[in-house]
């Protein structure tokens, strides 16, 4: 039985039935396991293992966590330019094929993690897995014109926002390099056969979803629509305030992770009560971003995503200078968690929606690499640093809220400054 | 073509009107934000958050004075002048206070020499010397209230009553004096339910950590206070938004049947009370059924209070972007 799963007739032929939910199914999978991958294996794992493993000191490893970031964003933009002028963006098999061989390096990367134990090793070790990230972060994200319809973004984010950040709090909360790796590999090396299986059987799915990306349901980005106006314009906003959340985001993060008073009984608590009540925050929030994702105009939406932020970091504030928690308090972990999960939804679905095939590539290079990792790792290196220089907690609460609260005092005016009239149409 | 020139004024009056508007949003979010990182002598507030003070013999301490931790004490023959605040910590007072004393954290002693010009409240830990001098009410025993004290008897219903009574004529006020305010909210709470759920968490979040946020900074408690009473507005207009929906839904089905309700189509206020009664009174009674029922309360309360944003309280049509995209496709 054949049927058509989306826009019939519109001259690209009849697609298996089921396509469009096989793709997202498989989209949410991919997007949802490397991030998990990214944000706690990479991110987390590689601090601890520079610090306990080789030996190095805070600065050394903020050095290494800069050296991951600038060569991930320069590889990525690399990778996209790449992909945009040979076509590649366009070609769904030659991704998954990509997407493959980056797994599988990854996986090896995953399972040497705790060997490592000189700097020079390291060293290394970090440049790979930067190659591995700045190859694989265009790649993977420009699978969206193929296998999300535009209207559906929302949603898919959302699904891969909320598996990512349930399974993290509901993990052991070990965050150490050997628990980490161990859980990864058994994971990816799982991942690396289903995308090989993809990438090299000629399956009716993957035919199906390679042509999807000429119907304008799902080629041609929401904000590329009906004379939006200026995309590169739009694209540089978006950017430069995401480039911001993230920044405060990890800046904010990275501190209270080493701050035993504020996650020894929330995030890392060792009964399952609170860390499951987070992690219901996190998908319940993802769900809210997805559909708010779907709904609103991007205004609105970018206002919501920084005002949570910054309210966010205002409220640790004032818990750490009043000291008014016992640290078991599950309100403001619980703002966290929604903060972030909305961030999240729209950072997975934006750069897609900014995009045509042709252009996926490059503008999710510059949209992961360029303004999300780059100000994650820049923010990890500058929280190490602070922590070395023995700057206490509430004072570096305070100065994340002084970067926060300018940004969303600038986003204010933007948002209340009168819109062109083009703009207003659209 | 008098009509034209009056069409063109009125628009260019709304226009300017929605200047002001933004500009005045503007300034105050920005006053807003700027105090929260005052430094707390500015605003004429002595804060204590650790270790011990004492405002000795003689001494005067001007202004509010905000206690979360440590402990203070205020000597014999010392005057403090503003009202004071206890949180957390402890407070001693033997001296002059010619403000309110509120205390509903930490601990509070009045030593024999206490003079307090102005009212008291404390809450359980508070002791008092049979010498000390209240010229204000006293009252003992304050704190947060508690979600499990529940009316006895059938108390609960008659709370359901004038919530649903009150709902009614505000949604009864809304559809008389502004009938197109109402009509937005009830069409985006109605064919956009989760997107007013969703953006009702949004909005009651983030309010409620702006209102905390708000009343530490002890200026702002004014403000705190008109959030909360605003959010009770809203979500009751939301309440009368989502029955109107409803009840002119009801109404035009009967309208196109015929029968006793159909001339009901016609009156928006009749259906505004009837729908924001019934919505309020069934929710009353719902929140009360054993696991669901507060959660169900919960989000149609938010969806609500979403659509009362979403609209900009009714100022314009929620246009949901998806709609635009379908069209594109299509």
């Given at each position: 039985m054949i049927a058509t799963s989306d826009a019939p007739g519109d001259g690209l032929g009849e697609a298996p039935r089921g396509a469009t939910a096989a793709g997202l199914?498989?989209?949410?999978?991919?997007?949802?396991?490397?991030?998990?991958?990214?944000?706690?294996?990479?991110?987390?794992?590689?601090?601890?293992?520079?610090?306990?493993?080789?030996g190095l000191d805070d600065a050394q490893v903020a050095g290494a966590m800069a050296l991951l970031a600038i060569v991930t964003a320069v590889v990525a933009i690399a990778v996209g330019v790449w992909m945009g002028r040979t076509g590649v963006g366009r070609d769904l098999v030659r991704k998954l094929r990509i997407a493959t061989v980056v797994v599988a390096g990854q996986t090896v990367l995953t399972v040497l993690a705790p060997l490592v134990a000189s700097e020079g090793a390291f060293l290394a070790w970090v440049l790979l897995t930067a190659l591995a990230l700045g190859v694989g972060v265009p790649v993977t994200f420009s699978l969206t014109v193929h296998l999300v319809p535009v209207r559906r973004r929302g949603?898919?984010?959302?699904?891969?926002?909320?598996?990512?950040?349930?399974?993290?709090?509901?993990?052991?909360?070990?965050?150490?390099?050997?628990?980490?790796?161990?859980?990864?590999?058994?994971?990816?090396?799982?991942?690396?056969?289903?995308?090989?299986?993809?990438?090299?059987?000629?399956?009716?799915?993957?035919?199906?979803?390679?042509?999807?990306?000429?119907?304008?349901?799902?080629?041609?980005?929401?904000?590329?629509?009906?004379?939006?106006?200026?995309?590169?314009?739009?694209?540089?906003?978006?950017?430069?305030?995401?480039?911001?959340?993230?920044?405060?985001?990890?800046?904010?993060?990275?501190?209270?992770?080493?701050?035993?008073?504020?996650?020894?009984?929330?995030?890392?608590?060792?009964?399952?009560?609170?860390?499951?009540?987070?992690?219901?925050?996190?998908?319940?929030a993802a769900f809210v971003g997805g559909t708010l994702y779907g709904a609103l105009g991007e205004r609105a939406l970018l206002a919501w995503v920084l005002g949570a932020f910054v309210l966010v970091h205002l409220g640790y504030q004032l818990d750490a200078q009043l000291g008014l928690g016992d640290g078991s308090a599950l309100g403001i972990p619980i703002l966290y968690a929604v903060a972030v999960s909305l961030y999240t939804v729209v950072t997975f679905a934006v750069w897609a929606d900014l995009s045509t095939p042709d252009t996926i590539g490059l503008h999710a290079a510059l949209g992961v690499a360029a303004s999300a990792w780059t100000a994650t790792f820049l923010a990890t290196a500058l929280a190490l640093r602070w922590a070395a220089a023995g700057v206490p907690f509430e004072r570096h609460v305070a100065l994340v809220n002084g970067v926060a609260l300018p940004a969303f005092l600038v986003l204010l005016v933007v948002i209340v400054w009168p819109r062109p009239r083009a703009e207003v149409a659209a | 073509m008098r009509r034209s020139v009056g069409r063109t004024s009125l628009a260019r009056e709304r226009r300017r009107r929605g200047g002001a508007a933004r500009r005045s949003t503007l300034a105050l979010a920005l006053l807003a934000v700027l105090l929260t990182g005052c430094d707390d002598a500015l605003l004429g507030i002595?804060?204590?958050?650790?270790?011990?003070?004492?405002?000795?013999?003689?001494?005067?301490q001007a202004g509010a004075l905000l206690i979360t931790g440590g402990d203070v004490s205020l000597a014999p023959g010392s005057r403090t002048d503003g009202p004071v605040l206890l949180l957390g910590g402890e407070l001693t007072i033997d001296g002059l206070v010619m403000g309110d004393v509120l205390a509903p954290g930490g601990a509070l002693r009045l030593g024999p020499w206490a003079v307090i010009r102005g009212d008291l409240g404390a809450g359980a830990a508070f002791e008092r010397h049979p010498d000390a001098l209240i010229d204000g009410e006293v009252t003992v025993g304050l704190g947060l209230p508690s979600g499990a004290v529940e009316p006895r008897g059938g108390g609960w219903w008659w709370r359901v009553l004038l919530q649903a009574l009150a709902t009614g004529a505000l949604a009864a006020a809304w559809a008389r004096w502004a009938p197109r305010r109402l009509a937005a909210m009830a069409d985006a709470a109605g064919r956009h339910f989760p997107v007013a759920a969703s953006l009702g968490v949004l909005v009651f979040l983030l309010g409620s950590i702006a209102a905390v946020i708000m009343a530490f900074t002890i200026v702002l408690i004014p403000a705190t206070l008109l959030v909360l009473v605003l959010g009770v507005v809203a979500v009751g207009t939301g309440w009368g938004a989502l029955g109107f929906a409803i009840a002119r839904a009801i109404a035009r089905a009967r309208s196109l049947a015929g029968g006793p309700l159909a001339t009901w189509a016609g009156r928006p206020v009749w259906l505004a009370a009837f729908g924001g009664?019934?919505?309020?009174?069934?929710?009353?009674?719902?929140?009360?059924?054993?696991?669901?029922?507060?959660?169900?309360?919960?989000?149609?309360?938010?969806?609500?209070?979403?659509?009362?944003?979403?609209?900009?309280v009714g100022g314009r049509p929620f246009v949901h972007a998806g709609d635009a995209l379908a069209a594109g496709d299509a």
């Open positions: 199914a498989v989209f949410v999978a991919f997007m949802a396991a490397g991030y998990a991958y990214n944000v706690t294996f990479v991110q987390l794992g590689v601090t601890d293992l520079g610090r306990r493993l080789v949603l898919a984010a959302a699904g891969v926002t909320a598996i990512a950040y349930a399974f993290a709090p509901l993990g052991s909360g070990d965050w150490t390099i050997e628990p980490l790796a161990r859980t990864f590999t058994v994971g990816m090396v799982l991942g690396t056969a289903a995308l090989a299986l993809l990438a090299w059987r000629d399956l009716p799915l993957v035919r199906a979803w390679s042509r999807q990306h000429e119907r304008p349901a799902f080629g041609i980005g929401r904000y590329l629509r009906g004379g939006a106006g200026d995309a590169r314009g739009r694209l540089l906003s978006v950017l430069a305030l995401l480039f911001v959340v993230f920044f405060v985001d990890s800046l904010g993060f990275l501190r209270l992770v080493d701050t035993p008073f504020y996650v020894a009984e929330t995030w890392r608590a060792a009964e399952w009560g609170p860390r499951l009540t987070i992690a219901a925050a996190h998908v319940v | 002595t804060w204590v958050r650790s270790d011990s003070h004492v405002v000795v013999d003689g001494a005067r009664f019934d919505v309020a009174l069934l929710l009353g009674i719902v929140e009360r059924v054993p696991w669901v029922g507060g959660g169900v309360a919960l989000v149609v309360s938010l969806a609500g209070l979403g659509a009362v944003a979403l609209t900009g």
